[in-house]
């Protein structure tokens, strides 16, 4: 029933203000209405009206869904129904910065033409959205990060070609991985994607300004301060870019130039440990201050997207100097190390599905330990492919112990970063004290591999260990 229209609500001496800090952004209608109602602006009668008028557009939405078989649903489907209703009709009632003005449209126009104003918003976001992406996906950074790749290569266009404007308006639909430095989990549909991607497009565009090599080094020293696979955990890119352009000007440095070296580490050391709170916020602000000029940036947007992320900066800064743990915060470039061995389980060398099929049916019928040994050493030279054959059930019992006797201590080192990897990150962890801890991993093939590096002496755990260090992450295949 079409609602009808109405004079605006006529001025009441009980009338207060309503406040914006009470009107929520997931459910911006109700809100809004709920406060008209407690301070005046409108009565119940009014209420339960432009309530009618929902309800209305839900028993016609219900038929299009139904396509004309029902005129019920589930209650589950009815409420997403009804949800995606009032999130395009918050998109409609949003435009008015003045929430009254707001409040005056719901009550003098009718509420379905409401409505379709704000479909049709939902349906320009949209297309906007989609032009973004393009722009985003042409132009996106060449990182070996994969959920950056993920995100704007699946995660995205999934969304895109899925999003239903009538029954899921107010659904995200979307499994987006890749973490901005500025993301507001309080919005969601087509409004927070485009959010998301305006943010991630100028992300992009700031981590474009500086070199390839510049941007590659950085991550893999990232990931060497963090102990972790820099190409796998979920981190942001250009917040990383950012503090090093940013501490790169502090340190005398170029503001392109964001490998910070050893040197330019220990200048910004003595100025943040000598410096007190107050001070170092001072720095941070002022180097913040200056980064648009010395990188010519003009975007204003984009401005303010970098103070927003650098007002965050201070604290960390702050209380890293405290802890005399300013290497956590500031990225600098790492020694390379000359590796001593050579790594016999190559990433590089994976076998084709038939090739590895092929060993299992082989492995599997040998009667003696020593025959299935002997075929996985001549075979497999990838981390991927002897972690299959450890998974494939051709070992059993006592057979595991002779398999991992026949391994190296690079190659038990290397199936050490592969079976303690979270706990390895952390720098304090002596790589005994993992071997003997209580909680025992779960696969079958993990706990022999524990219980064989228990049967092991202290000096060959200890030279083990040695070489755990002397291993980049960044050479082993985790697939």
């Known amino acids: 029933m079409a609602s009808e229209r109405r004079n605006p609500v006529p001025a009441r001496q009980t009338q207060g203000n309503i ?67 009032l999130y395009a009709v918050d998109a409609n009632l949003r435009r008015f910065a003045d929430p009254l003005r707001a ?146 000007i502090l340190s005398g440095g170029d503001a392109r130039k964001i490998n910070i070296s050893p040197g330019q580490f220990e200048v910004l050391t003595r100025r943040f440990t000598l410096a007190s709170a107050a001070q170092i916020q001072t720095l941070l602000h002022e180097a913040a201050d200056e980064l648009p000029s010395r990188l010519n940036i003009s975007n204003s947007r984009l401005n303010d997207y970098m103070h927003q992320c650098t007002r965050h900066l201070a604290q960390r800064v702050v209380n890293a100097a405290h802890h005399h743990r300013l290497e956590t915060v500031i990225i600098k470039e790492m020694e390379k190390r000359q590796k001593p061995h050579v790594i016999s389980l190559n990433r590089g060398d994976q076998m084709t599905d038939s090739s590895f099929r092929l060993l299992v049916d082989r492995i599997t019928a040998c009667e003696k330990t020593e025959e299935k040994v002997d075929l996985i050493q001549k075979n497999v030279h990838s981390l991927a492919d002897y972690v299959d054959v450890l998974r494939a059930g051709c070992f059993f019992g006592n057979e595991f112990q002779t398999l991992f006797g026949s391994l190296s201590h690079i190659e038990l080192a290397i199936l050490a970063k592969r079976v303690f990897y979270e706990d390895l990150r952390d720098q304090s962890c002596h790589f005994s004290s993992l071997v003997f801890q209580e909680k025992m991993p779960d696969s079958e093939w993990e706990q022999h591999y524990v219980a064989f590096l228990q049967n092991l002496s202290l000096d060959q755990l200890t030279a083990i260990e040695a070489c755990i260090h002397d291993i980049d992450i960044e050479d082993i295949s985790f697939d």
């Open 19 to 85: 406040r914006p800090s009470r009107l929520s952004k997931k459910q911006y209608t109700l809100s809004l209405l709920n406060e008209a109602l407690c301070t005046g602006w409108l009565d119940s009668q009014e209420v339960h009206r432009i309530q009618r008028g929902f309800m209305s557009i839900l028993s016609d939405l219900i038929k299009r869904y139904t396509q004309g078989k029902s005129s019920s649903v589930t209650s589950d489907t009815a409420e997403r129904i009804l949800s995606s209703i």
């Open 103 to 248: 409040v005056d449209y719901l009550t003098t126009a009718d509420i379905r033409k409401i409505y379709g104003e704000g479909v049709d918003l939902l349906r320009q976001c949209l297309d906007e959205t989609k032009r973004l992406y393009t722009v985003v996906k042409q132009n996106k950074l060449d990182v070996a990060v994969e959920a950056y790749h993920t995100t704007i290569d699946e995660s995205l266009p999934a969304f895109l070609n899925q999003y239903g404007i009538l029954f899921d308006a107010h659904n995200t639909m979307a499994s987006i991985d890749y973490p901005l430095a500025v993301d507001d989990i309080q919005m969601e549909g087509v409004f927070y994607i485009r959010e998301y991607v305006e943010h991630l497009k100028m992300e992009t565009d700031f981590c474009r300004l500086f070199s390839q090599r510049d941007l590659e080094a950085l991550l893999v020293h990232f990931g060497q301060v963090c102990r972790f696979d820099y190409r796998i955990e979920l981190f942001n890119i250009f917040e990383l870019v950012l503090n090093n352009a940013v501490f790169s």
